[in-house]
């Protein structure tokens, strides 16, 4: 099993700009965009409810469980958890 991050679907879907997201948590455009594709290896349970409370969502509709081989085929603004702390 994988984990994945859908922030950038859920965001579109919605209307949300990243600058929207910026003013909310305080975080620069650049660890939005890294958290938004799962280029990060922790989160604050503050940021994370904040942007949850913003988008009318749970931290379960953000972060999803899938199968490996659906890893592989993961739809647009769905982004795999990296851990590794390695960049793409």
Same mark, same amino acid.
């Given at each position: 099993m994988k984990y994945a991050i859908q922030l950038s679907k859920l965001m579109k879907e919605r209307g949300v #700009?990243?600058?929207d997201?910026? *003013?909310l948590t305080g975080h620069t455009a650049a660890n939005i965009s890294r958290l938004r594709q799962?280029?990060?290896r #922790? /989160? *604050?349970f503050s940021t994370l409810f904040a942007i949850c409370d913003f988008l009318d969502v749970s931290p379960g509709d953000i972060i999803i469980r899938i199968p490996d081989e659906e890893a592989e085929h993961l739809g647009k603004g /769905?982004?795999?958890i990296n851990m590794d702390g390695d960049e793409e």
């Open positions: #700009a990243g600058t997201l910026m *003013r799962g280029k990060i #922790a /989160v *604050r /769905v982004y795999l």
